[in-house]
C-alpha cells in the first residue's frame, strides 16, 4: 500500500503520464510531456517530484564520450505502480501487473534507437488521444520480452517460415493494433525505425541481410506466408498488416523508394514511408509516402472523422 503522507494530491494529467510509463517501461521527460500535454520544463519538475517520494527510479542523464549527455529516462517503481493501481481509476484489466523494467547500468547506442521508436509510439498515442473514434488496441514492442517456450524472446519476434532458423526470424521494432470505436474493427501494422545508418542496399553477397532492402524482402515473405495471422490471432483476424518505415530525411526516403521499386508491385500498398519529425508532429499525418518513387501521392493511415 501507498503511504498517505507520501500522497500529494496526483492529478488526472500525472497519473495518464505514469500510466504511461508503465506501459511502456520507461519515458524521457520530453516523451512525458508529450503525452499529458506539459511543458517539457514542468514535465521535468513532475518527474523528479515523484522520484523524490520514491515512485519513480531514472537512468541515463550521463557524459558518455562521442554521443554527449544520455537524456534522463525515467520508470515506477513498485510504490508508483500501487499509486498508480490506487489512485488513477484504470481498471486492473488494462492496467495489468506491475513489470519491474530491465536497466543496464551501462548506456548502450542501442538505447537511442529504442528511444526513437518510443517516441514514434508516443505520437502515435497522442494522435489517438485527439482521435475518439479510434484507440490502440494493443502495443508490441522489440524491447520488451515474451516468454516462449521456458525461453525469454523480444516480443515482436516471429517467422516468416515454419522453418525456425535464423534466415527466417523477423523483429519489428514495434507493432500496434487500431481499432475503430463505433465498428470494431481492427487493423495491424508494424513500425521499424531508420537511424540512417543501415546500408539501403549491398552489393556484398554476406552484407545484404544487414540492408534496408533485405528487411524489406523479409516482410514481403512475412506477408506472403501469412505467418504473422498465427501470431497476432489472439487480438483479431487479420488478412494483411500494413509496415509504416520511418527514417531521417526525405532525400534518404526518397533513395529508399527507388531501390525497393524493383520488389513485387502487388505488394507495395502495404507500406507506408515517412520521416520522424513528420510523424512526431502527428502522427496521422497525410503525408505518408508509398514505396515506389513513381507513386507521388501523399497518404493518411486512417479515415478522419
Known amino acids: 500500500m501507498v503511504s498517505r503522507a507520501m500522497r500529494s ?4 494529467q500525472h497519473m495518464l503520464g505514469l500510466y504511461f510509463i508503465h506501459r511502456y517501461r520507461f519515458l524521457t521527460v520530453r516523451q512525458f510531456a508529450a503525452v499529458t500535454g506539459l511543458k517539457e520544463k514542468s514535465a521535468s519538475e513532475v518527474l523528479l517530484r515523484y522520484e523524490r517520494r520514491g515512485f519513480l527510479d531514472h537512468f ?48 548502450s547506442p542501442q538505447m537511442y534507437h529504442r528511444l526513437a521508436t518510443l517516441d514514434a509510439l508516443i505520437a502515435l498515442e497522442v494522435g489517438v ?84 532492402h533485405h528487411k524489406i524482402r523479409q516482410y514481403d515473405r512475412y506477408l506472403q506466408s501469412g505467418m504473422f495471422q498465427r501470431t497476432y490471432a489472439p487480438w483479431g483476424e487479420f488478412t494483411f498488416f500494413t509496415l509504416l518505415f520511418v527514417t531521417t530525411t526525405e532525400t534518404r526516403l526518397d533513395n529508399m523508394r527507388k531501390a525497393l521499386s524493383n520488389l513485387p508491385p502487388s505488394l507495395h500498398g502495404y507500406y507506408r514511408f515517412n520521416t520522424l519529425d513528420v510523424v512526431l508532429a502527428d502522427f496521422f499525418n497525410g503525408a505518408w509516402r508509398a514505396r515506389v518513387i513513381e507513386d507521388e501521392n501523399r497518404y493518411r493511415l486512417i479515415r478522419e472523422e
Open 129 to 212: 488521444i485527439a482521435r475518439p473514434h479510434i484507440q490502440v488496441a494493443e502495443t508490441f514492442i522489440e524491447y520488451r520480452q515474451r516468454k516462449v517456450n521456458q525461453s525469454w524472446r523480444p516480443e515482436t519476434s516471429d517467422y516468416v517460415a515454419d522453418a525456425r532458423t535464423p534466415e527466417n526470424r523477423i523483429i519489428p521494432d514495434a507493432g500496434f493494433i487500431l481499432e475503430n470505436v463505433e465498428s470494431g474493427k481492427r487493423a495491424l501494422f508494424f513500425l521499424e525505425i531508420d537511424m540512417g545508418t543501415e546500408r539501403i542496399t549491398s552489393k556484398l553477397g554476406h552484407g545484404q541481410r544487414f540492408s534496408v
Open 60 to 107: 541515463g542523464n550521463v557524459g558518455i564520450r562521442g554521443y554527449g549527455k544520455t537524456p534522463k529516462v525515467y520508470f515506477l517503481k513498485r510504490a508508483g505502480y500501487d499509486l498508480l493501481a490506487e489512485e488513477s481509476g484504470i481498471p486492473y484489466e488494462l492496467l495489468g501487473d506491475f513489470k519491474k523494467a530491465k536497466v543496464n547500468t551501462r548506456w
Open 9 to 12: 494530491a496526483p492529478t488526472e
